[in-house]
């Protein structure tokens, strides 16, 4: 009968290879992290115009009514009301807290659709 070799220790090489590897990456992740930022080089150009960054106010009102700045808007015009937005723009949502909820994904769905990002929510402070 033959008899089974005897392991007499783990290899423990690969194991390092798998450490050294993880190690590089997180440090290399880490340095982006730290800086909040990756520098790049952006190439000149002589004529250009600026774009600032407009602010929208959505309301939703416990009845499903809309209001953009202040502005009554019906349901079916809000989509045509948003081509107008960016994605540098930033949108503040206050919602009655009676309001359904469908409204309330109606209007982030369109959003979302027009890939805007800085969405903020209005609420009251408690007290």
Known sequence: MKSLKRVEG????PLIDIMLVLLTIVLTVSSF???GKIEISLPQAS???????KFYEIGITADHQFFI???AVVREDLHVKFE???K?????ISAD??????DFIY???LLKAKEIEKIGMVVNKNE
Not at 47 to 53: A, G, H, I, R
């Open 97 to 102: 807290k009676m309001a359904a909820y469908e």
């Open 47 to 53: 004529n250009f115009s600026k774009v600032e960054p």
């Open 88 to 92: 540098e723009d930033s949108v503040a």
């Open 10 to 13: 783990i290899n423990v090489v």
């Open 33 to 35: 992290i730290a800086l």
């Open 107 to 109: 209007i982030i769905d």
């Open 84 to 86: 107008t937005l960016s």
């Open 69 to 71: 700045n202040g502005e």
